[in-house]
């Protein structure tokens, strides 16, 4: 009688102890989760890379599956961790053509990843973006002047930048397939070939600014004592897009965005833009080789720099925002042999 009360123990101890097991690895796992996440789009691979950490996946918002209008949230969740877990957006986002470059929600562009190949993309460990291709906006309804975008926004902790496009790169091929575009990538070609974005900042060097030979800043542009020449940060340069950040000395950050780019689909994003919503200086310069997009963004401290300095006229003149884009447009036609150029 014994040895049976010591069987029925042990075999109720392990039943316990493979229930507590079974409930773990539930909880704090993918085991026996869904393969593939929002419709289809992402498998769950390049779902868990874009969520580090440990805790179970799980969708909390999916698309229609009869819209291309993609909209989907996954996060991960764990019964033993009480930090908040993170959580990524990834959508079907128009926006205006130089919203990436040129806003105050996209920062730290000049630590962006860039895509080398494919559709013109980008990503910090916090966001990502990619344009969707000209040939498919007509395929896309959208408010004036708007452009299709897919965006993805990581609402905690970080993520290889690398992770974040491929999120949305495969979310835009199910967007391009279900409004019928007609450049529709297959899913192996989605595979992500970006620039590395730089590891940190450097000085600014007054006669190389943004490591462009002989491009110099107009001594308009900055303020002695108040907005002065500081650190840079700048995208390689063999991406869709060029970026480079000015971070310039003074009260609370003042600092300055360039963009370039010589990419057919962002030249036209930028062409559609409202001139009325235009957030920057923008320059698109023709030439019998091409067109080249060049874009010039200030942030919110370095318009008030100029705003507490009455002597300057409370705002950088506009002209020498004007020149200085120009300037930068020419010289990058040159430095690709570029002719017959005009704005």
């Not at 470059?101 to 993309?121: N, T, Y």
């Not at 963009?259 to 920057?280: C, F, H, M, R």
């Not at 009455?310 to 930068?328: A, E, H, I, M, N």
Request: charged share 25%.
């Amino acid at each position: 009688m014994k040895r049976r009360a010591l069987t029925y123990s042990l075999i109720s101890a392990t039943a316990c102890l493979l229930l507590v097991a079974g409930l773990m690895t539930w909880w704090n796992t993918n085991f026996l989760g869904p393969d593939t996440f929002c419709d289809g789009a992402l498998a769950r691979s390049d779902v868990e890379a874009a969520l580090e950490g440990k805790g179970r996946v799980t969708e909390s918002a999916s698309p229609d599956p009869s819209s291309y209008a993609l909209r989907c949230e996954v996060a991960r969740s764990s019964r033993f961790i009480d930090s908040p877990q993170p959580e990524f957006k990834v959508s079907f986002d128009p926006l205006s053509g130089a919203a990436v470059f040129q806003s105050r929600v996209w920062q730290s562009r000049g630590g962006m990843s860039l895509a080398r190949e494919g559709l013109p993309a980008g990503a910090t460990d916090r966001r990502a973006w990619l344009l969707l291709p000209s040939s498919c906006w007509k395929k896309i309804p959208a408010r004036s002047a708007a452009i299709p975008f897919v965006t993805t926004e990581l609402k905690e902790g970080s993520a290889r930048p690398q992770a974040l496009l491929r999120i949305t790169q495969l979310a835009a091929q199910r967007v391009m397939e279900r409004a019928g575009c007609p450049e529709t990538p297959a899913s192996s070609e989605a595979a992500v070939d970006a620039a590395p974005a730089p590891e940190k900042k450097k000085e600014t060097d007054p006669q190389r600014v943004c490591g462009i030979p002989g491009f110099t800043l107009p001594k308009e542009v900055l303020l002695p004592g108040s907005v002065e020449l500081g650190t840079e940060r700048t995208t390689s340069a063999k991406g869709k897009a060029r970026l480079c950040e000015l971070h310039l000395r003074g009260k609370n950050h003042p600092g300055v965005t360039l963009s370039i780019s010589d990419n057919k689909d962002v030249v036209a994003a930028v062409q559609k833009e409202d001139p009325a919503i235009t957030l920057g200086e923008t320059e698109i310069l023709t030439c019998s080789d091409g067109e080249l997009y060049v874009g010039l963004w200030a942030n919110d401290s370095y318009k008030d720099a100029f705003l507490d300095n009455p002597s300057k006229g409370g705002s950088p003149r506009s002209d020498v925002f004007d020149d200085l884009v120009t300037t930068l447009a020419t010289s990058q036609a040159e430095a690709r042999g570029w002719h017959g150029c005009g704005s």
